[in-house]
């Protein structure tokens, strides 16, 4: 299976065109809640991909307007180009969205594209999950407050983190949009430092809110002082390490997560990643 099969064409692609401004993406992400933007410049031969705008990048440089000091260099892709090598690239580089570009732009692919291909069985897979899930788990207390937590999480640099109760085991998962979800940004107080500027500060939360990310700008945000155990989802879907590739990529996408716990009886025993997932097309 290739790339093609797999991306968003061009003409389905909300794209930001140079020469423009900051206003021009606030708007396209806005409407779209995407995380992120390609930027192209209209051509003769068509559109030439010229970097990628993402939600980070115009939070954390709230004063800069030109749209070519906020691209960022990510890595490529060709529509020919396999998804075992793709997969390769996106978890050498750490890239979960990935533009297609062969002379022009083309689309997108996206690690959930990936993870769809092998859930359907388009992209043929071996094996069981158990050699490719993570040993290493982010955990937490279920009673830990909730601002206790989302600091884990920012300084284990992950989206997650496993709750476990006063017996040590498992009890909830807690997820980055969990928190995303209950938090409240604070605006004009002198105490929470460098605020975003006003004609941005709406438009970046709710899109921050809308599609989650690694990036919680923690300075300007409050939250409930409640204990993980409020806030965690108890229902807990988990794979054991039997679990084919395929049963847990499906698992992924139906449940809209990127992680499952791997239990082996009834005790936790490690996690699968949807990255994990990727490495086992090319390993």
């Known amino acids: 299976m290739n790339v093609a099969d797999a991306m968003t064409p061009r003409e389905d692609v909300v794209t930001a065109e140079l020469p423009g401004t900051r206003s021009d993406v606030l708007e396209y992400l806005q409407e ?5 933007v390609p930027v192209v410049k209209p051509s003769d031969g068509g559109p030439e991909y010229r970097g990628l705008i993402s939600r980070d990048a115009l939070i954390e440089q709230p004063d800069e307007d ?38 022009e732009f083309e689309g997108i692919v996206t690690i959930t594209d990936v993870i769809h291909a092998i859930a359907t069985g388009d992209q043929a897979t071996d094996g069981s999950v158990e050699a490719h ?20 999480l920012y300084y284990a640099n992950v989206p997650y983190t496993v709750a ?32 975003f500027p006003d004609q941005d500060s709406e438009w970046s939360w709710e899109g921050i809110k809308a599609v989650g990310s690694r990036y919680l700008p923690t300075r300007d945000i409050e939250l409930p002082a409640g204990s993980v155990s409020e ?12 679990t084919s590739i395929q049963e847990t990529a499906q698992q992924m996408i139906s449940n809209d997560v ?13 996690i699968v990643r949807d990255v994990d997932l990727l490495e086992a097309l090319y390993e």
């Open 32 to 36: 779209q809640s995407f995380s992120s």
């Open 66 to 103: 030109q749209l070519v000091m906020l691209m960022e260099d990510v890595p490529t892709t060709t529509a020919e180009t396999s998804l075992e090598k793709l997969a390769e690239t996106m978890v050498a580089e750490g890239a979960r969205r990935v533009p297609v570009v062969d002379g």
């Open 133 to 152: 899930a993570t040993g290493n788990v982010n955990t937490t207390y279920e009673g830990a407050p909730l601002p206790v937590a989302e600091r884990e």
């Open 164 to 195: 476990l109760d006063d017996d040590g085991k498992m009890s909830g998962v807690l997820t980055e949009v969990d928190i995303i979800d209950v938090a409240r940004i604070v605006e004009g107080e002198e105490a929470t430092g460098d605020n």
């Open 231 to 242: 806030f965690m989802t108890e229902d807990v879907v988990t794979v054991s390490g039997n």
């Open 258 to 270: 990127e992680q499952i716990p791997l239990v082996t009886a009834e005790q936790l025993a490690g």
